[in-house]
């Protein structure tokens, strides 16, 4: 079992940054691909990035690349980051952080097999 808490949304300005944490319970922490999603209002749940377990391979979906870093920290926080720059107004939405349990996966970018969720943070971008 794995229980996530996410934190770190707000209002900002577009151009801005926000630093979301997923911060996760349980000693396996780092057998567990990560991922974020985001949901704006009206629409449905969509990709942001993932991490695989050990932190080698990340994967961001477009409308993230070059402006989203997704990070871990596998040791004592047992907390996964999503760094978020040039903030446009279309990021705006609330932001959940997921776990995998599949260790045969690296990259995982579908909803359905994240087996963990948070309670999501919300991130609001002004125009």
């Known amino acids: 079992q794995v229980q996530l808490v996410e934190s770190g949304g707000g209002l900002v300005q577009t151009g801005g940054s926000l630093r979301l944490s997923c911060a996760a319970s349980?000693?396996?922490?780092?057998?567990?691909?990560m991922g974020w999603f985001r949901q704006a209002p009206g629409k449905e749940r969509e990709f942001v990035a993932t991490?695989?377990?050990?932190?080698?391979?990340?994967?961001y979906a477009t409308s993230a690349k070059g402006r989203f870093t997704i990070s871990r920290d596998n040791n004592a926080k047992n907390t996964v980051y999503l760094q978020m720059n040039s903030l446009r107004p279309e990021d705006t939405g609330v932001y959940y952080c997921?776990?995998?349990?599949?260790?045969?996966?690296?990259?995982?970018?579908?909803?359905?097999?994240?087996?963990?969720w948070g309670q999501g943070t919300q991130s609001t971008v002004s125009s």
């Open positions: 997921a776990a995998d349990g599949d260790v045969t996966r690296v990259v995982v970018t579908r909803r359905r097999d994240y087996d963990y």
């Open positions: 349980g000693r396996t922490f780092s057998s567990y691909n």
């Open positions: 991490l695989s377990s050990r932190g080698g391979t990340t994967y």
